[in-house]
């Protein structure tokens, strides 16, 4: 069955430094989406893609946060300068038709802890 | 971000009872309202879905009640079993590209 991967698993890094989280959507989605969940609290939306560009964005995505699609499979999330209160679960997730129509597929997550 | 309000935060119910997650909504914008069930280590899958255009859907012990005058929702887990036991999301979205999660609910379900 078709998944959502996501690399790393767990990273753990300095405050201040970049962290780029990468995610390989199902195949044929067109939709994409970076969630984050701290410690196991509420599932917060940070940003969706779609047709190369971001669709929606959330208060949280702000100037330290980008994503990209940099090779037609790839979708990362780039964190410029991390801060402490960036310690959590980051979750992709794709979408055939978008998640007005369809289901949101999710990967296992990336767990970031920045010291 | 607080679009979606869910209760309980927590459940504890016996094996064979009734689980009831609530959730309630503040965009009328909103016309589509998932349920998505995390185990732990894993990230969220869909349970099960509803639009406002019914006022309620099935699916084997899993039934969503959707009240649109009242902007709220809730998931009905019957013959509740100790494998239901994991983190319940509602979520809502509408003519945009971002799903809102609720808070979650820890359900235990005790043998």
């Known amino acids: 069955e078709p998944e959502v991967t996501q690399t790393p698993s767990h990273q753990v890094t300095q405050m201040g430094q970049e962290v780029i989280l990468r995610c390989v959507p199902i195949?044929?989605?067109?939709?994409f989406y970076w969630y984050r969940q701290i410690l196991g609290q509420k599932v917060e939306f940070l940003v969706s893609?779609?047709?190369?560009?971001?669709?929606?964005k959330s208060e949280i995505f702000d100037d330290q946060f980008s994503v990209e699609r940099p090779d037609g499979s790839n979708f990362t999330l780039k964190i410029r300068s991390t801060k402490l209160e960036d310690s959590a679960m980051y979750f992709c997730?794709?979408?055939?038709?978008?998640?007005?129509?369809?289901?949101?597929?999710f990967g296992e997550g990336s767990r970031l802890t920045v010291l | 971000q607080q679009q979606v309000k869910q209760s309980p935060q927590s459940l504890i119910v016996q094996k064979g009872g009734i689980s009831i997650i609530n959730c309630a909504y503040e965009?009328?914008?909103?016309?589509?309202f998932p349920w998505y069930q995390q185990f732990p280590g894993k990230g969220p899958a869909l349970l099960i879905a509803?639009?406002?255009?019914?006022s309620e859907k099935k699916e084997g012990r899993f039934t969503i009640s959707f009240n649109k005058s009242a902007k709220q929702f809730s998931l009905h887990i019957m013959d509740s079993q100790p494998g239901d036991s994991a983190t319940y999301f509602c979520?809502?979205?509408?003519?945009?590209?971002?799903?809102?999660f609720g808070a979650g609910t820890r359900l235990t379900v005790k043998p």
């Open positions: 997730a794709s979408s055939q038709w978008g998640g007005r129509t369809g289901e949101l597929f």
């Open positions: 195949s044929n989605h067109l939709y």
């Open positions: 893609f779609y047709n190369n560009e971001i669709s929606e």
């Open positions: 965009n009328t914008a909103f016309d589509y």
């Open positions: 509803i639009r406002p255009d019914v």
């Open positions: 979520a809502a979205t509408g003519n945009n590209n971002d799903m809102r």
